[in-house]
């Protein structure tokens, strides 16, 4: 029985006069044995259906019994005969009963929405996100220490509210551990100079003088580049303060080397900077289109697109994206701030032409024809500007063989097929100026070249307009760190992938804290030649397989760990300026006041004062080390509850208001996730915050912080992490990769920012004129005429696409990775969109797919929710999931799918447009306020009250008129009642 049987345990059936109106009954006497009586078999101690025991109900409406009676009176008024409790088969209570009931419930939720809440303040542990943000902000800490942390728990709502954000005893324990080792990275000795470590790879062939005859191995599917195709520059960084410089190890002893064709496992001595760097490249061999995937040439080493791994153990790309360019080196740093400098560019590239594609007959076309004797190096005058089609005509005896032909300094490599007859092909598409023009072509002894042919193209050729568009497109550059293993590389990326968009040499910098990649851990006893290998990676991003130039690196620099001055501003922004520094006592007590002040998030007490400085003064007597002793006290205060959580301190159990403090950091920790800054505390300090406070949500909202806020948030009212959870049937969905797979999880976000950004009416979560996405996510719904790289900009809208609902990402994670699910998916839009969260289901019931034998769609859902007590919920559920039966598991659009659909109202539905239309004309005021209620629990991390939830309603009335625009919903919430009063 469902929780609504309770509204009928009302009904009890003792016959009460009419005349008797709700506030006149005696709970005791009357309601509670007729609960008893009709009810408590089902809500009772021992079953307790629908976590509803009538056994407990009273007659306070307080609290959690608020919303039980609430849905009993909703189900005593209801003729759905389905919802209607006592079930049909149990005894009956009569309509005077029910009448009678319907109207005591009525009125004493009507005097509890009169009361005010009870209220003593509240506090709330910090996130695992916040605690981390928290600390970022407080230290000027890039390092992040905080994955040793366990995970949040969510709430039913989904949110980390304060209802499951207990402190554990291992929380205590790891939140002292991670102070320490921040404070350890943060605090230095100002009189001990630093050691960096600086140096330079240089790529380019043949630009090695050194003479280096041993062969080097890095193990398993990595491809070496040859030491006279690189150089090692040791550098000293120009630094304005004193600092030593770290060099290269060049002698070494390993019980592993390479001798001929095999390793060897004795002793042996190993001399030069190349046993300590190599140039390495990993991936699967070969390229897609028989291309070369990597080039070295004078300039440095070309890279096609990194096409990903196949994600399957053993085949085709187990060693990682191909091709996959890294540094591996065994000496790096393993604690500070890094920065890798990557000198780059887009080369200036032809396009290659394939099979499908025919070769300029030369009596149609003023071609420049170049015949060939032997391989040559000549140049050759070109008639004019132009995009000109580059055709080889050749005879190869070889199976399989390369031609290489340069124009203009420009290398380009051309695979041929055996063939016995002399043939001609088309090979490239490149840009060509007027004058002369310098080529070099290299074949092998197999191969003979007879012809070069150069045609220009008519501009109104269609190939011209492919070029140009080819040309118009940009590598990614993306930077990596990590360590090497037998079976590919640790790899991480840094920070996020940049457009190369110039041909001339430019200088891409990626910074982080070393501490926050894989770092190699060996035991300083194990010898081998191949162990602790560290690796710097390099790779030119794959966006969505269409051709573009090669990304030309030239140099990359490394520098670690990366101060800027010293001591380091973190230290710095702890150690403060001031007159007393040769006064240890009064000193010591002026940093930890500034710093306790920031960590407190407001002003503190003498008495918190005294407590953290005699923590101070017991160690500087044991130890005479200043700093030490003051990052002994400063451990103390990061593990404080003033630190650790966010409070609202109440006096009296009356309403208050919010201190301009608290709410600075309630604020802060709403739109950024992190402590208040600077300006929020001068104007709390003021008392000026309340007066400003949309101005500083306007601002803060555009502050880069706030991406915090809106991935958090997104990711916990979406679920978005079922996108990253689901198993794709790979065979059946090939282009739903892990890789495509995270991009599409990033939609939502972008596009829930961009509805706050402009302020856009929240309908559009329905359905929208437009998408945002990037070149990957725009391929995979078919628009291939984008080119914004990994950068998600605003597009035009897919047919069959626009609104939360339609994005494959969330329709893909509420599949089971093989094939759609209705029930999924309609629990998800009832849950998270309209707000109407069915009950919990009954154990050992079948999922979809292991309904066995050929059903229809309709028939396999009756099957799995033929089972008592579930046809109740699924009425709410299934209807809302079946039009979304138009997009398979992988989210795309699929013409013919049975999804018609009769909504709990009775509203007949026969596709998702229709869907998306009726939401938008028929519920729209539902899904603002289920919003609001989402948005709600996120800023305040609790669940909100009977008497808040209702609030919301005039809330949203005030919000209709302008069409409920998102950033005007969270300026809503932040001025509300329920947001400032405590």
Known sequence: MKIFCTIFLISLGLLIPQSVLGNDVDFKATIRPLLTKYCQDCHGPDEANSKIRVDILNDQFQGKQLFDWDKISHVIESNDVDLRMPPEDELQPTQQERELLTTWITNQ???????????????????KVQYRNTLRDLLLLSDDFTAVLPNDGVTKEGYNSMEVMQVSPLHLEYYFEIAAKALDQVIVDPKQPPQIHNFRMNLGKDINPENFNDKLILGAGSRLIPVKNFTIEELTPEKDFPFTSHR????????????????????????????NVFACLRGQGGYTGGLQAETVIADGLLLRPSIPNTEIFMMGSTYGPSPNFKISLRELPVHGKFRVKVTASKYADAYDLDSKHSPVDPSLNQSTVIQIEDDSSETVQIPMDGIYQVDLTYQSTAKNDTIVLALAGRPQNYRVSKTEETTTKAFKLIQ????????????????????????????ADPLVATFEQFNQRSPQLGVYLGFRRDCGSALSPVQIAQTVSS????????????????????????????AGVSEIGVRNEYLDGRAAPRLLVHSVEFEGPF???????PHKSIFIDSPHVDSPEIYATEVIRHFMERAYRRPITEHELNRIYSVWQKSYQASTNFYSSIKDALTVVLCTP???????????????QLTEYELASKLAYFLWNSSPDDEL??????????????KQIDRMLADPKSSSFFNTFVSQWLNLEKITTVEINRKKYPRLTKEVKNHLRQEPIVFFEYLVDHNLELSNIIDSDFILANDVVASYYGLDSQDSGLKFIKSEVPANRGGLLAQAGILAGLSNGDESNPVKRGNWIARKIISEPPGEPPPNVPDLKEVEGDFTLRQRLEMHRNKKGCVKCHTKIDPWGIPLEQFDAAGIFQEKADCVSELPDGQEIQDFKMLQNYLISDKMDQIAIGFMQHLSTYALGRSLTFKELDDLNAECRDLKQAGYRVKDIIKSIANSQKFQTK
């Not at 939720?109 to 996130?127: C, E, F, P, Q, W």
């Not at 019980?255 to 496992?265: D, F, K, L, S």
């Not at 080529?439 to 220009?456: G, P």
């Not at 104007?683 to 949309?694: D, T, V, Y």
């Open 681 to 694: 505390l001068s104007l709390a300090k003021a008392g000026e915050l309340r007066e400003s406070l949309n």
């Open 642 to 656: 003033q630190f650790l959580m966010i409070t609202d301190a109440s006096t009296t159990p009356a309403s208050e």
């Open 432 to 459: 060509l100026k007027k004058g002369k023009l310098n080529f070099d072509l290299q074949s092998s002894n197999a191969t003979t070249v007879e012809k070069i042919i150069l045609s220009k193209l008519d501009s």
């Open 109 to 127: 939720i009507k005097t509890a929405k009169t009361r005010d809440s009870v209220n003593n303040g509240y506090s709330r542990r910090l996130t």
């Open 563 to 569: 101060f800027e001055l010293w001591p380091p501003k």
């Open 503 to 530: 041909t001339k040499p430019q200088a891409y910098y990626f910074e982080d804290a070393i501490s926050n990649y894989p770092i190699s851990v060996m035991d300083k006893a194990n010898n081998n030649y191949l």
């Open 248 to 275: 290269f190890q060049k002698k070494f002893s390993y019980i592993e080397g390479y001798i001929g064709n095999g390793t060897i496992r004795k002793q042996k001595e190993f001399i030069g900077v190349y046993h």
